[in-house]
C-alpha cells in the first residue's frame, strides 16, 4: 500500500516570508508541521499508485466579496490544506456568508508523466469550490465533506502552470451540510456552546496525479464471510466492457485472485479468512489491474478487512453482531475538531493520535460526530481496529430545508457512502441527529440501506431528544440521555444504542480554549470524582443497561472542543484526564460481559416481599417506612405488627417503565417507594409522570441479592446509610454517595414478607 509517498511540487515565491499565527492552544505536533509540503502522506488508502505530486504548502491568498471575480493581485499567503479561520493557515480571520477566498500557485509536472493523463484532486473543500487551471475553468463543486478531481490534461502548456480556487462558504447561513460549523470569532472567547468555528475553504490534500486514459477510479469491496469471499467492482474511466484483475494476499503471498468485467461484482476467493475484529484488526492488501486482452494499462494497490455486520437475536434480544457474535460497542463521540487546525489535524501522527487514544482507554468504537474525516483517518481505523459510526454532516438546526437543499445533501451524502464503503472499520450510517435539518428520515433510511446494504443504519441518532422525529425504521432505536446512561429498550426490529451519554466535565488549569468559559453536562470537582463518576457510569451500563438489552453506548466526548469541558482529553490532546488503566479496565469488563450477557433480573409481581439488608452486620435489617421516610431496622418474629407491615412491600409493575418494578406499601396501598431530592420516602401515587418514574426501580443483579436502579437516574440505587435510605450514586458528591460499602448497601436479598 503507497500510504507515506511524498509527491513533489513548486512552491510560490515568497513562501520563505510566510509565518503561522499563534494557536490559541498548542497541541504536541502544532510545531512538527513543515512550512512546505504539510501532511506529506498519500492521501488515498484505498487506492494508491506510485506516481503523485503533493500541492499541499504555501499558496497565494485573497479575500474578496462574495460576488467578484478573481482578484488582480493576491495579497496573502495560506498554507493548505488549513482553513482561513485557523492558526496553521497563517491567515487565522473571521469568514463570513460575504466572502469568498481566493488561492493560487504555480506547477509543473514531472516529465515521466508524459503520454499519462493529469488529475487535479481536492480531498475536501468547504463549500462551492471552482477551479481554473492557465486560466480556463475546469470545474465547480458543491460539498464541503467529499473529495472530487478534475482531468486537468487539455489545459497543460507543458511548463509552469497556474491553477487558481474560488471557495465560497456561507456555513449556516446556507443550506448545506455544516455539522457543528459556526460563524464565530476565530479568537477564543465566551459561549458558543456545542457549536465551534467554522471551517471555511480547502481543508484536505491536494494533489496531482498522473492516470492512464482507461484507468481504475475506485474499488468497491464488501467481505462476504458466507463463502469466505471478497466482493469487489472495479469502477473505472474510460473503460467500458474493459476486463479487470483482483489479487488479495497477505504477507506478500496472494490467497485469491479473479477476474471479471469493470463496473460488475468480482467474487475473490479468500480461503480460511482471518477476520477483522477490533482486538485483531488483521488487513489484506489488494491489487486491482485494468486489462486490455492479456496487458496491463492500469494497477492500484488497496487493502481490506474480511469482516460482517449485522442485527441478530441473541437470548431473544435483538443486537448488532460482529461476524456473527455480539460484542458490546463502547465508543465516545468524537468531533475531530483542532485548536490548531481547527477541521484539520496538523500532522498524520495527531490524526491517527485520538483514535489510539480510545484503543488505550479500552474502547472498541467511535462516533464520527457530524464530520466526515480525510480517508486516512479511516485508514487507522482500519488498522488500529475501532468500529466506526459515521454521521452525516448535519444541516442548520431549526431549519426544514428547501428542495434544493435537500438535493444537495442527499447527493454528498452518497458521494461520501461511496468514498468510504470499503473500510472494515465503518459499520454503521448515522443518517441524520437530534432533528436537525430533518426530513423524510424512513425514506432516507431506506435508501441508505439500499445503497449499502454490507451496513448498519440509524435513521435518527436521539430519537428522544430535541424535537427529532423517529423514522421508525433502520437497524437501531438511538436515545440521548445526559448524564444518563438511560434505559433504551430494544424492539422486534432494532436494537437499542445510546448514541450520546455522559458529558462529565473537568477544566484543567493551563488546558482551557478559553479561561473560564467551558461547560459540561455535569461538573466534576476533582479528577478522583471523575474517574468515580465514569466508571460508575461504565460499570452500571455493564451491570444495569447491558442485561436490559442495550447493546451499544458513546460517551460525550473524547477530547475537550474549545468550551466543551467533558472531554477525557484536553482540547490540546496535553493531558489524559481520566485514569487510562481504570478506564480501559472498566471497558474491558463491559465488552467481556456483552461475550456472554447475563440474563436480566426479575422479581415477582403482584407478591408481598420484604427487602432485607446484605451488609455484613446488618442483615437482620429491613427496608421499612416511618412517617413517610424510608429506613432500615432490625425485624424478627418479636417485633411489633406494625413493624412488620411497615417492612413488606408489594412488587407490582413499573409504574413508569414496564421493564422495571415499583414498590407499593402493604399498610398504605396506593402508596409507593419514590425518591425526592435524593431523599428515599412513601408517598401516595399523584399520577403525574414524574411521580411514576420517581416510583420505578429496575432490578439489577447483585452479589446475595439485587439492587434497584432509579429508572429516571439510571445508574443511581437505593441504598441505606445510616439507617437512612437514599437514591445514591457512584462516584457521587454527596455524604450518602460514601464509596465506603456502596455495593452491600445497595444490595438487597428479597425475602418472604414479614406481614403476607
Not at 42 to 67: C, K, M, S
Not at 78 to 83: E, G, K, Y
Not at 357 to 383: C, S, T
Request: charged share 20%; proline share 6%; aromatic share 10%.
Amino acid at each position: 500500500m503507497a500510504t507515506a509517498l511524498v509527491g513533489i511540487g513548486t512552491a510560490p515565491a515568497g513562501a520563505a516570508s510566510w509565518t503561522p499565527k499563534p494557536a490559541p492552544m498548542t497541541t504536541p505536533w502544532t510545531n512538527q508541521v513543515p512550512v512546505d509540503k504539510p501532511l506529506p502522506e498519500y492521501p488515498r488508502p484505498q487506492l494508491t499508485r506510485p506516481d503523485w505530486a503533493n500541492l499541499n504548502g504555501i499558496w497565494d491568498f485573497a479575500v474578496t466579496g462574495r460576488d467578484a471575480g478573481q482578484p488582480a493581485s493576491f495579497t496573502d499567503q495560506i498554507r493548505v490544506p488549513f482553513v482561513a479561520e485557523s492558526a496553521l493557515s497563517g491567515i487565522q480571520r473571521k469568514i463570513t456568508e460575504n466572502d469568498k477566498l481566493w488561492y493560487k500557485r504555480t506547477f509543473t509536472v514531472p516529465s515521466d508523466w508524459n503520454g499519462r493523463r493529469v488529475e487535479l484532486n481536492f480531498g475536501a473543500s468547504d463549500w462551492q469550490t471552482t477551479v481554473w487551471v492557465n486560466g480556463t475553468q475546469v470545474g465547480a463543486h458543491k460539498g464541503g465533506y467529499d473529495s472530487f478531481k478534475y482531468d486537468i490534461t487539455p489545459q497543460l502548456n507543458g511548463g509552469t502552470n497556474t491553477v487558481v480556487v474560488s471557495v465560497y462558504d456561507p456555513t449556516q447561513t446556507g443550506g448545506q451540510a455544516v455539522g457543528k460549523q459556526r460563524i464565530n470569532g476565530v479568537q477564543p472567547h465566551d459561549g458558543g456552546g456545542i457549536f465551534y468555528t467554522a471551517a471555511s475553504g480547502i481543508w484536505q490534500t491536494v494533489w496531482l496525479e498522473p492516470v492512464a486514459a482507461a484507468h481504475i477510479t475506485r474499488l468497491d469491496m464488501t467481505p462476504n464471510l458466507g463463502d469466505s469471499t471478497l466482493r469487489v467492482k472495479v469502477q473505472g474511466a474510460s473503460a467500458s466492457g474493459r476486463s479487470a484483475r483482483v489479487s488479495v494476499s497477505s504477507g506478500g503471498t496472494v490467497v485469491g485472485t479473479a477476474t471479471g468485467t469493470v463496473g460488475s461484482e468480482i467474487s475473490v476467493a479468500v480461503p480460511n479468512a482471518h477476520l477483522w475484529t477490533p482486538e485483531d484488526p488483521f488487513l489484506y492488501d489488494v491489487k486491482a489491474e485494468l486489462l486490455d486482452g492479456s496487458a496491463v494499462t492500469d494497477s492500484a494497490g488497496s487493502y481490506t478487512g474480511m469482516r460482517s455486520i449485522a442485527v441478530a437475536k441473541i437470548d431473544g434480544v435483538l443486537r448488532p453482531v460482529l461476524n456473527g457474535k455480539f460484542v458490546f460497542q463502547t465508543g465516545t463521540l468524537d468531533q475531530g475538531y483542532w485548536p490548531d487546525g481547527i477541521y484539520t489535524a496538523p500532522t498524520d501522527a495527531a490524526l491517527k493520535s485520538d483514535l489510539q487514544a480510545h484503543k488505550d482507554l479500552g474502547f472498541n468504537m467511535v462516533r464520527k460526530h457530524i464530520k466526515v474525516e480525510p480517508q486516512r483517518w479511516f485508514y487507522w481505523a482500519d488498522k488500529l481496529g475501532l468500529l466506526v459510526w459515521q454521521d452525516m454532516p448535519a444541516m442548520d438546526t431549526g431549519k426544514s430545508p428547501d428542495s434544493a437543499a435537500r438535493t444537495q445533501w442527499e447527493s454528498e451524502f452518497h458521494a461520501i457512502i461511496d468514498q468510504h464503503r470499503s473500510s472494515p472499520s465503518l459499520v454503521m450510517w448515522v443518517d441524520q441527529n437530534e432533528g436537525w435539518g430533518q426530513y423524510d428520515q424512513a425514506r432516507i433510511a431506506n435508501e441508505v440501506k439500499a445503497y449499502d446494504p454490507s451496513r448498519l443504519v440509524n435513521n435518527m441518532s436521539g430519537v428522544n431528544c430535541c424535537g427529532s422525529v423517529d423514522g421508525g425504521n433502520g437497524d437501531v432505536v438511538d436515545n440521548h440521555i445526559y448524564v444518563g446512561p438511560g434505559n433504551t429498550a430494544p424492539t422486534a426490529t432494532r436494537a437499542a444504542v445510546l448514541g450520546e451519554f455522559g458529558g462529565l466535565g473537568y477544566k484543567v488549569p493551563g488546558h482551557e480554549w478559553f479561561p473560564g468559559g467551558g461547560f459540561s453536562y455535569e461538573d466534576q470537582p476533582s479528577v478522583a470524582a471523575l474517574n468515580n463518576r465514569f466508571t460508575g457510569l461504565l460499570d452500571s451500563i455493564r451491570i444495569g443497561q447491558l442485561p436490559a438489552g442495550l447493546s451499544a453506548s458513546v460517551y460525550t466526548e473524547i477530547t475537550d472542543v474549545e468550551n466543551e469541558a467533558n472531554g477525557l482529553l484536553t482540547y490540546d490532546r496535553q493531558v489524559v484526564k481520566v485514569d487510562t488503566a481504570r478506564v480501559k479496565a472498566a471497558n474491558q469488563a463491559l465488552i467481556n460481559a456483552s461475550r456472554n450477557p447475563a440474563p436480566p433480573v426479575t422479581l415477582p409481581t403482584g407478591q408481598y416481599k420484604s427487602l432485607r439488608v446484605t451488609t455484613p452486620g446488618y442483615t437482620n435489617k429491613y427496608l421499612r417506612h416511618q412517617e413517610a421516610l424510608a429506613f432500615t431496622e432490625v425485624v424478627d418474629s418479636g417485633s411489633s405488627a406494625l413493624l412488620k407491615s411497615d417492612a413488606t412491600w408489594k412488587i407490582v409493575t413499573g409504574l413508569g417503565n414496564s421493564n422495571c418494578y415499583s414498590l407499593e406499601s402493604r399498610n398504605y396501598p396506593g402508596e409507593y417507594l419514590r425518591h425526592r431530592d435524593f431523599r428515599v420516602r412513601r408517598d401516595a401515587n399523584d399520577g403525574s409522570a414524574l411521580f411514576k418514574a420517581d416510583a420505578t426501580w429496575c432490578a439489577v443483579a447483585g452479589s446475595g441479592g439485587v439492587r434497584l436502579s432509579s429508572a429516571n437516574l439510571p445508574g443511581s440505587y437505593l441504598r441505606h446509610i445510616d439507617s437512612e435510605v437514599w437514591l445514591a450514586t457512584p462516584g457521587g458528591t454527596h455524604a450518602w454517595d460514601n464509596p465506603a460499602t456502596f455495593t452491600e448497601d445497595t444490595t438487597w436479598a428479597v425475602e418472604a414478607p414479614w406481614a403476607p
